[in-house]
Nanobody, 126 residues
């Protein structure tokens, strides 16, 4: 059983930056693809970014491409989401997810992930 704990959320002005972290425990972290999703009030949860087990391959949603960057440190069992040039529409609760996978690409669909954290709130003011 993998446990995921997100941190790093908060309130930031538009144009600002935040770095989210997700610490994993209970499994062999380097065997898991990791993903970030977000959910705004009244909306469905949406894909943000994914990274494969090695960190070599990443994929970002078009809405965040060029502003957000996913990365991982397998030595620290942690995945990160660097968020720059934040916009009010980025306001959401951000969730970390894990899937056992040694494929070259991480999954982008919510139902492909096996484990989820409780999320961290990001609020961007205009």
């Amino acid at each position: 059983q993998v446990q995921l704990v997100e941190s790093g959320g908060g309130l930031v002005q538009a144009g600002g930056s935040l770095r989210l972290s997700c610490a994993a425990s209970g499994g062999t972290f380097s065997s898991y693809a990791m993903g970030w999703f977000r959910q705004a009030p009244g909306k469905e949860r949406q894909f943000v970014a994914t990274i494969n087990w090695s960190g070599r391959n990443t994929n970002h949603a078009d809405s965040v491409k060029g502003r957000f960057t996913i990365s991982r440190d397998n030595g620290k069992n942690t995945v990160y989401l660097q968020m720059n040039s934040l916009k009010p529409e980025d306001t959401a609760r951000y969730y970390c997810a894990a899937r056992y996978s040694t494929f070259s690409n991480g999954p982008t669909m919510e139902n492909e992930y096996q484990y989820w954290g409780r999320g961290t709130q990001v609020t961007v003011s205009s």
